[in-house]
């Protein structure tokens, strides 16, 4: 997998097959719960591209987007209550999100930040998906 941050000099990073992060490898688990189960999103986000050797997928838009990919769905997560509790699927599970709204609800506690929130109202935003076969190696 390899991603962008929009403040950041668009590159694809170096890494050997153990340390390539969430989709070329099983996600590992990032505690004995996982609460919330929106885990593992990434930011400011141009583009991503991912492969399972045979195919790549990359993901571009013109403003940043957010992202997340698991081999648990969120319904899996709740399920779950250790790491232990859940079996990871054998797919990647891609979010595709234009904000998440930062926690907090003023439910029972502080409301999120004023310029964590995200205002009522009609949102759209565009993204390009492309396709590829990789070649034979």
């Known amino acids: 997998m390899v991603w962008a941050r929009a403040a950041r000099k668009l590159q694809r990073p170096e890494a050997s097959r153990d340390d390539r992060p969430l989709l070329l490898q099983r996600v590992r688990p990032i505690g004995p719960l996982f609460v919330p189960q ?66 907090g609800t003023a439910n029972c506690g502080p409301d999120t930040g004023e310029s964590y929130r995200i205002p009522g109202g009609h949102h759209s935003w565009n993204y390009l998906i492309e396709a590829r076969t990789l070649p034979s190696r």
């Open 38 to 103: 929106e885990h593992g999103n990434h930011t400011d986000t141009r583009w991503l591209s991912l492969d399972n050797g045979h195919t790549s997928l990359r993901i571009s838009a013109l403003r940043p987007i957010e992202f997340s990919a698991s081999h648990y769905t969120a319904e899996d997560l709740f399920a779950g209550f250790h790491t232990y509790d859940l079996k990871p699927r054998p797919e990647t599970i891609l979010n595709l999100d234009f904000r998440q709204r930062g926690l």
